[in-house]
């Protein structure tokens, strides 16, 4: 259920593609077998639109919910406790703007939460190439070496994706002025750890740790 052209609405981050900016030719290379069925799974995954009378789309609502409030229970898919999350409205499904966290000691600077995931689901399909036939950057061929290895990479990759964000974001104290800056820093360091040439699996990524702190 990761449908960003048609249902993560809201603002995203569109970072400037300087790829072969220094006529760097392209890269030349085939995809295994499981390579291109796993990318053609996941491509089909980014393609699916939110449907709020879908059980599993209403499940993974509830889901999103318990693992940012574990300790709130939620009354209903179309409840004002969105908005603690960062949702405008009471209906996530239908309302993907901007609203600031409002309690908690962080929430004089805090970024958006709701806004903040749609930012990292677009940045890693752009930083990816995940709608082209096959990646054309280094990071993007690197990470279908991962996903032949595991296919819930793009899964983990996102939450990695996330917490270095998320550190980025205390580092710098930002404020929601800066979260493009926060978004670019983000990028930058993400590419830069899928390039390195040891990395087969998603654990051999140096943020992999940020996910068990």
Wanted: net charge negative; charged share 25%; hydrophobic share 40%.
């Amino acid at each position: 259920m990761v449908g960003p052209r048609s249902w993560l609405g809201g603002i995203f981050y569109r970072s400037a593609n300087k790829r072969n900016a220094g006529g760097e030719k392209p890269l030349d290379y085939v995809l295994t077998p499981l390579q291109e069925q796993r990318l053609q799974r996941l491509q089909e995954r980014l393609n699916v639109p939110f449907d709020e009378t879908r059980p599993d789309h209403q499940e993974a609502l509830r889901a999103l919910w318990q693992a940012s409030f574990p300790d709130t229970d939620l009354s209903g898919l179309v409840s004002e406790q969105w908005k603690d999350m960062g949702w405008q409205g009471p209906n996530p499904s239908t309302d993907f703007r901007i609203l600031f966290k409002q309690e908690g000691m962080r929430s004089a600077w805090e970024y958006p939460f709701a806004v903040a995931g749609i930012n990292v689901s677009f940045m890693l399909i752009q930083m990816l190439d995940l709608y082209s036939a096959k990646p054309k950057s280094l990071p993007g061929v690197n990470f279908l070496k991962i996903l032949s290895e595991d296919e819930a990479a793009f899964d983990v990759l996102y939450c990695i994706a996330f917490q270095m964000m998320d550190a980025q974001w205390l580092a710098m104290r930002a404020s929601y002025l800066q979260f493009k800056e926060v978004i670019h820093a983000t990028r930058i360091q993400l590419e830069r750890e899928l390039s390195l040439d040891d990395i087969h699996r998603i654990r051999d990524l140096p943020a992999y740790n940020l996910l068990y702190k």
